[in-house]
Structure formats: C-alpha cells, structure tokens
C-alpha cells in the first residue's frame, strides 16, 4: 500500500467522527462477511429502521450466546426484517415475536415527541408472510399481556425495540428474570430515546449487571 493511500484511509475515519459518526472496516473474517451479506439481502427485501452497525452488533451477540441454553426473543417486530435477521443466525432456536401489529401504543410524557400513536404499523399477516418458513412464534397484544402462557420459557437472547418508556420498561421486568445465566438482552433507540434511557436508568438501579453503549442507537448487558 503506498503512503498516500495509507494516509487517505487513516483519514476518512477522522473526517467522519468530525460529523459525528463512526466508519469501521468490518470485512476480515469469514463470520463478518457472512453477516454483512445478510444484511445486505434483508435490506433489499425490507424496510428496516436499524443502521448497519446496529444489525451487525445484533448478529454478532446471537452468534454469542450459541451455548447459552433458551430460546430468543424481540419485543417491537416492526417489518420484520431484524427477526428474519435473528433467526437466520440462528435456525435452530425458537424466536418469540412480540408486537401490537397496530402501531406503537400512546407515548407518556417520558417519551420523546417524535414518537406517535400507530407508528411503524405492520399487520400481522403481512409480517407473517415475510417470515413464513422461519421458526418463529407470533405473540400478538400490547406487552406484557402477550406473554400469557408461556411465563416458564427462559431466554438466551432478546432484543427490545420497543421505542417507549413503558414499554421498554415491561421488557426488561418481564425478560430479566427469564434470561439464563450468560444471557444478552440489546436494546435500540438508547440514547436516542429519553424514555428508554430513563427505564434502563430505573431499572438496574441495584443490579448487579453493568449496562453498556454501544456504536449506534444501542445499548446491552449479559445475565450474571
């Protein structure tokens, strides 16, 4: 590689985090190429709200948590595009998808106001469709009380994108103690959501478990 070209690609990182973002090179296993690519094709077929660092660190933290024992789970489906996305990497776990398939419910005054009633209205068919052949289960209602019947499951991984403070806020009381030891739980619009920061802020108050940022709109903590 000759010093001018070294210099350019040192550079162009720099000139991003000057704008605010983060450029990454994310191409030097075969596992990370995989993941892009299914990106990529999900992307061409869907609509999906999350950047491309998102869905990698969510693929990568499924691929994590291959010997922990449980099922996996999303609360907020929205087109579907990240469960396919789930559960391609990971076929053989049973996905629970939890979703009003009517839209998000009434933001509270913890929200933030680019939130509305109704947004990101999906229709269950139309969601199952999409996802016909994927080991999945529906779980239609406003959460928790979707979860009726099945309170005995315990999960290895979830993922909440449930935009809301109360919402998000259920996710965590009903999943934490449902997530097996070694267990990760992700969740989006951290920091992009006052109502979100202030469940996850509520919630660990004396938790044992550190809960962590990630690149993005992300945020995670793993089960002690």
């Not at 269950?124 to 499951?153: M, R, W």
């Amino acid at each position: 590689m000759k010093i001018s070209e070294w210099r350019l690609l040192r550079a162009v990182p720099l000139l991003f985090a000057r704008m605010g973002m983060m450029l990454s090179k994310y191409w030097d296993s075969p596992r990370r190429r995989e993941r892009v690519k299914l990106l990529l094709k999900i992307r061409s077929q869907r609509d999906m709200l999350l950047l491309p660092c998102e869905a990698c660190q969510i693929m990568s933290l499924v691929d994590a948590v291959k010997n922990v024992p449980g099922d996996m789970a999303e609360l907020g489906v929205a087109s579907g595009a990240s469960a396919k996305m789930i559960s391609a990497r990971a076929p053989e776990r049973t996905l629970h998808l939890f979703d009003t398939f009517e839209g998000l419910p009434d933001p509270s005054e913890q929200d933030s106001s680019r939130f509305n009633n109704k947004q990101y209205r999906y229709t269950l068919d139309e969601v199952q469709e999409y996802l016909k052949g994927a080991n999945v289960i529906f779980h239609k209602g406003l959460f928790p009380n979707s979860t009726k019947g099945i309170s005995g499951i315990q999960f290895a991984f979830v993922h909440l994108d449930a935009d809301l403070y109360e919402s998000t806020k259920a996710g965590l009381e009903w999943f934490y103690p449902r997530l097996n030891k070694g267990g990760i739980l992700i969740s989006h619009d951290y920091d992009t959501s006052a109502g979100v920061n202030q469940a996850f802020e509520e919630f660990f108050t004396g938790k044992p478990e550190p809960y962590f940022d990630l690149v993005g709109s992300q945020c995670m903590f793993v089960k002690m």
